[in-house]
């Protein structure tokens, strides 16, 4: 499953885009560098080559590559809400709406024609690098962990968990299993792993459930 949007544009029109649309354009190329090469391979030159735009035509929307690569973060994350988050929602609170999210997000996270999640890569190349760009990642990567903090703490509340929970713990165990899926699936290619990963979940699950 992919975050771009799934209408093309066609680069070899005979009128250039305008205004909000030419920047959508540029965004879905970023989105597109950035699963193959992470956010660091997204430059300049590189979305001018993808647009057929010139280079100060993509310079114009964006007043540096830092501005352009948070709008891209920030872009990211509008499109893993609609993917991930929003579906959840459609579901009852508690347990239902923790486990659809976590099982979309393995979802993105091993899909054969994605290199993963922009929160997890992201990170991994930003961890030591301080500014707006990481500022941005943490901002976002917060968000999302406290969508899932939320989740895991109405589980409890609704009785649908233990009391006796912690809900720190479960976050860390869902980050750890996410992780090691990305890790084994996208690197060492153990297609396995992303198997290994729902029945891990499923016994952590297990373990806590209130069965009175």
Request: charged share 25%.
């Amino acid at each position: 499953m992919k975050l771009q949007e799934t209408s093309k544009r066609k680069s070899q029109t005979s009128e250039p885009l305008k205004g909000d649309a030419t920047k959508a354009a540029i965004l879905d190329a970023a989105l597109e560098v950035a699963e193959v090469s992470g956010l660091q391979g997204i430059t300049i030159g590189v979305l001018a080559e993808k647009t057929s735009m010139s280079k100060s035509g993509v310079f114009a929307h964006f007043r540096a590559r830092e501005d352009l690569l948070v709008e891209v973060v920030r872009e990211y994350h509008r499109r893993f809400e609609q993917i991930v988050f929003e579906p959840a929602l459609e579901l009852a609170k508690g347990l239902p709406r923790l486990k659809k999210m976590i099982a979309t997000w393995l979802e993105i996270t091993s899909a054969a024609e994605s290199t993963g999640s922009v929160f997890i890569t992201g990170p991994i190349e930003f961890d030591d690098q301080p500014g707006v760009i990481r500022d941005a990642l943490v901002q976002s990567v917060e968000i999302w962990r406290q969508a899932l903090l939320r989740s895991i703490n109405e589980s409890i509340q609704l009785g649908h968990l233990k009391d006796t929970a912690d809900p720190d713990v479960i976050l860390f165990q869902i980050y750890s299993y996410v992780l090691g899926v990305h890790h084994d699936v996208r690197f060492l290619h153990v297609e396995k792993s992303l198997a290994t990963a729902k029945r891990l979940i499923e016994e952590m699950f297990s373990q806590h459930l209130n069965n009175q």
